[in-house]
C-alpha cells in the first residue's frame, strides 16, 4: 500500500516550453501533497504545498506563476513548468500525506519516483 | 527556519556498523525522519522519532535527543545493498512539511 506514482518519468523540452508532471497517491487519498526539487547531490528543496479544493501555499523564492501546481482531486496533484529554462533542469519529486490515519504510518509523506526534466 | 546538518559522506565495510549524525536547529520541532534514497530514485521511509530514545526496526536503528537537537541512524550489519543517500528530515510544528538536511552518502565496500 501508500503508493505513489509520477508521470512522465523523465522529460527533455524545448527551452520557451511548458511541461506538466502529474503526482498520483493510488491506493490512498491525499488532501496534501508536497513537491520538491532535487539538484545532484543535494538535498530535498520543498517548492510548495498542494492543497486539494484550494490554492497551493508556496515556500519563499518559488515564483507561483512559473510553477503552477493543481490539485484538482484526493488522488492527482500536476505541477506545470511554464516557460522552462534551461536553470529548471532538475529532479522534481513529489509526496503524498494519506488523509486518513488509517493509512497513515508514523505520520510519513510517500514518495513518488520522481521526474527528471532536461530543459534544452 | 530550520538549520540540518549532517556528514557529506561515510565509507564502511561489508558487515560493518556505520553512524549517521544529524545535528538541527529549528523554530519548531515535530519529529524527525530518516529517509534512504538510492542515485536516481526517491526517498523510502527508514523511521521515525518524536520522544527521545532509541527506535529498533531490524538492522536499522534512530536515536533522537530533543534538548541536544541530536540524531543518528545506525547501520548495522551493512550490505552492499545499503550504498545510498541518507537524509535526515525534520518536520515542523502546525504543518506537516519536511526539512531536509543535505544527505549522507555511505558507500559500502566489500
Known amino acids: 500500500g501508500a503508493v505513489v506514482s509520477q508521470h512522465p518519468s523523465r522529460v527533455i523540452c524545448k527551452s520557451g516550453t511548458s511541461v506538466k508532471i502529474e503526482c498520483r497517491s493510488l491506493?490512498?487519498?491525499?488532501?496534501?501533497m508536497f513537491w520538491y526539487r532535487q539538484f545532484p547531490k543535494k538535498s530535498l528543496m520543498l517548492m510548495a504545498t498542494?492543497?486539494?479544493?484550494?490554492?497551493?501555499?508556496?515556500e519563499q523564492g518559488v515564483e507561483k506563476d512559473k510553477f503552477l501546481i493543481n490539485h484538482a482531486s484526493l488522488t492527482l496533484s500536476t505541477l506545470t513548468v511554464t516557460s522552462a529554462h534551461p536553470e529548471d533542469s532538475s529532479f522534481y519529486i513529489c509526496?503524498?500525506?494519506?488523509?486518513?490515519?488509517?493509512?497513515?504510518?508514523?505520520?510519513?509523506?510517500?514518495f513518488g519516483p520522481g521526474t527528471r526534466l532536461l530543459v534544452l | 527556519g530550520q538549520n540540518i546538518d549532517q556528514p557529506t559522506e561515510m565509507t564502511a565495510t561489508e558487515g560493518a556498523i556505520v553512524q549517521i549524525n544529524c545535528t538541527y536547529q529549528t523554530s519548531g520541532f515535530n519529529g524527525l525522519f530518516w529517509y534512504q534514497q538510492h542515485a536516481g530514485e526517491a526517498p523510502t521511509f527508514l523511521s521515525y522519532?518524536?520522544?527521545?530514545g532509541l527506535e529498533e526496526k531490524g538492522r536499522f536503528s534512530s536515536f533522537l535527543s530533543r534538548s541536544k537537537g541530536y540524531s543518528y541512524l545506525l547501520l548495522k550489519e551493512l550490505q552492499m545493498k545499503d550504498s545510498a543517500s541518507y537524509l535526515c528530515?525534520?518536520?515542523?510544528?502546525?504543518?506537516?512539511?519536511?526539512?531536509f538536511g543535505a544527505g549522507t552518502t555511505v558507500t559500502v565496500r566489500a
Open positions: 528530515a525534520v518536520r515542523g510544528i502546525g504543518d506537516y512539511k519536511l526539512s
Open positions: 509526496s503524498a500525506r494519506p488523509s486518513s490515519t488509517r493509512d497513515r504510518t508514523k505520520e510519513t509523506q510517500y
Open positions: 491506493d490512498f487519498q491525499a488532501t496534501t
Open positions: 522519532n518524536v520522544l527521545d
Open positions: 498542494s492543497n486539494e479544493g484550494s490554492k497551493a501555499t508556496y
